[in-house]
């Protein structure tokens, strides 16, 4: 253990600052996604409310590492090969990051209709009384209300995804799971290292519930 | 000329027919209580006036002018409809005071958001939202409110909250104050906080349409009453007349449910 600790250890927390970076990639562009396709879920608009119901329905229906394949190896071919159009490759940084804010959005979208359709639509009616348009009604006031009972769900889809950086070994970009198999792979010592990436993730996660139950109560205090 | 004039009403939620016909007109200063059983379609009128919903046909003039012809507005623009919605003021039955809002800022919000489209917004804000605040502070003190004027709605009363939505509701300055059934959730004890500022608004000459089941404050406080049962007028009339003395058979028989109850 300390042989891998100190011989291996600065690699494997550079491979962990990789994975955060990912995972902070992904999230932060599954924000924007699962934020458009949970406001185009909850509008008076049939095509809009089609096209978000779609895209949830093929992402959660897609395991992510047929995705991650699909982006770093099919898209490519389709480009270069199929359309000879030709000259495109993507990082695996890149092709990562695409999968995962594509796979953690369409959850976030559900997160965030559910969170809006939770809100009353008394709330709704009353702005719209006192001459709101939709849109600002939607910011001032049902948002803001819908996101303190999001934040819960928000949280937890941020640690699945923080885990799920680790699917994108397979298309080999150098984060923990890739990084802690090469050290087995030079050391043939699997249960120091698998012991001590699992230990890495742990803390991390329970780092992040923790932030996450304080800002939870944060933003509760004084309320009900 | 009549302050609000309602045409030939109609509206219908797919097999349903709620409102048929509906017609009738009110001056300036009056106070219309509008009575009828569940599901009889008053709420649903007080909702098409409000622009909640829009109606199948029927016209709705203020001050003389067309406000809304259902023949011709189907498809009115998001920024008309809120020009026009702001003729009235809408009281719920729920309250549907903003909870992460204090009490003064669910009172000043809309104007507020509407002053940032005044041209000058961006010169004057701090003097036009200090006028803002000082017309919200008086709307709290006219409903005895003022100190509680930093709370949130969850640390006010049903019947405090219920006040604080009357206030938000006259910030815009309506020609028509909507109540739908204002005390219909409110414990026994708080209906008549919420009923004394109605009345004192009614001694204002505040023009009002009140959606109740409160008999005696209808009679006591509206110069005129519409009773509605399955989506039609039935009777409609001066206050005493239509409450004391019926002359439709099925308003008696509405009212005879009242009568024991010490009206």
Same mark, same amino acid.
């Given at each position: 253990m300390i042989q891998i600790l100190v011989g291996f250890g600065p690699m494997m927390l550079k491979a962990l600052g990789q994975t955060l970076l990912l995972a902070l990639l992904g999230l932060f562009f599954a924000c924007i996604i699962g934020l458009i396709f949970g406001l185009m879920n909850v509008v008076k608009n049939k095509a809009c409310n089609i096209i978000a119901t779609i895209f949830v329905d093929v992402i959660r229906g897609v395991p992510m590492i047929v995705l991650a394949y699909f982006i770093f190896f099919g898209i490519p071919y389709l480009w270069n090969?199929?359309?000879?159009i030709g000259g495109m490759t993507l990082t695996a940084l890149t092709a990562g990051t695409i999968c995962l804010a594509l796979n953690c959005g369409a959850y976030m979208a559900e997160i965030i209709r559910a969170g809006i359709q939770s809100v009353d639509k008394g709330q709704m009616e009353a702005a719209r009384s006192l001459g709101l348009s939709y849109g600002v009604a939607m910011r001032k006031v049902v948002l803001p209300q819908a996101i303190r009972t999001m934040i819960p769900s928000i949280i937890n889809q941020f640690i699945i995804t923080l885990k799920d950086?680790?699917?994108?070994?397979?298309?080999?970009?150098?984060e923990l799971v890739n990084t802690t198999k090469n050290v087995v792979g030079i050391t043939f010592k699997s249960f120091q290292a698998w012991a001590l990436a699992g230990l890495m993730y742990l803390v991390v996660i329970i780092a992040l519930s923790r932030l996450a139950k304080m800002l939870e109560r944060r933003l509760n205090r004084g309320r009900e | 000329m009549s302050i609000l004039e309602i045409n030939h009403i109609e509206k219908s939620f797919g097999q349903a027919?709620?409102? /048929?016909?509906i017609s009738f007109e009110m001056e300036q200063g009056q106070t219309v209580a509008i009575i009828g059983s569940?599901?009889?379609?008053k709420t649903t009128l007080l909702r098409c006036i409000n622009f909640l919903e829009t109606p199948d046909s029927g016209t709705i003039r203020v001050n003389g002018d067309v406000i809304l012809d259902a023949a011709v507005d189907k498809n009115l623009t998001d920024k008309e409809k809120r020009d026009r919605r702001l003729h009235f003021g809408m009281v719920f039955q729920s309250f549907n005071?903003?909870?992460?809002?204090?009490a003064l800022e669910n009172v000043t919000l809309a104007r507020k958001l509407m002053a /940032?489209?005044?041209?000058d917004y961006k010169a004057n804000k701090k003097a036009i939202n200090q006028e803002i605040d000082a017309i919200g502070e008086e709307l709290l003190r006219q409903i005895g409110l003022y100190e509680r004027k930093d709370y949130y709605p969850h640390q006010l009363s049903g019947g405090q909250q219920q006040r604080v939505a009357i206030a938000r509701a006259l910030a815009l300055e309506p020609d028509i104050l909507c109540f739908d059934?204002?005390?219909?959730?409110?414990?026994p004890e708080l209906t008549g906080e919420v009923l004394k500022v109605i009345r004192s608004l009614a001694d204002k000459n505040m023009t009002m349409i009140i959606v109740t089941h409160e008999m005696a404050f209808a009679r006591d406080v509206a110069d005129k009453v519409i009773f509605m049962d399955e989506g039609v007028i039935v009777e409609m009339g001066d206050s005493n007349e239509v409450i004391n003395?019926?002359?439709?058979e099925r308003t008696k028989q509405f009212l005879s449910r009242y009568t024991n109850e010490g009206m």
């Open positions: 090969n199929m359309l000879g950086t680790s699917i994108l070994s397979v298309i080999g970009f150098p | 027919h709620i409102l /048929r016909d569940s599901g009889s379609g005071l903003f909870p992460q809002y204090t /940032r489209e005044r041209e059934e204002p005390t219909s959730a409110l414990d003395n019926p002359k439709q």
